[in-house]
């Protein structure tokens, strides 16, 4: 299992909290996925051998929330 903490400009309140955390969460190999609204970060733990990064910034993108870099 690896972690990673995502700056997500575009959080502003509890539905972006909620859309994230049911998006990521239906990923497979991705647990504990969990939106700070305040901080605008993202936290999960996932299984590289069932997703990568790649597809967590993909999947987010295509619910309208853009990863900075």
């Given amino acids: 299992m690896e972690s990673v903490n995502l700056l997500v400009p575009d959080i502003s309140c ?4 909620r859309a994230i955390e049911d998006s990521l ?3 497979a ?4 996925v969990k939106v700070n609204i305040q ?10 051998q069932q997703i990568n990064l790649s597809k967590i ?5 295509e619910i309208g929330y853009t990863v900075a870099t």
């Fill in 57 to 61: 910034e993909e999947t987010l993108d």
């Fill in 29 to 32: 190999g991705a647990k504990n």
């Fill in 14 to 17: 509890e539905h972006c909290q």
């Fill in 39 to 48: 901080a605008k970060t993202v936290h999960l733990d996932y299984d590289p």
């Fill in 25 to 27: 969460g239906k990923l």
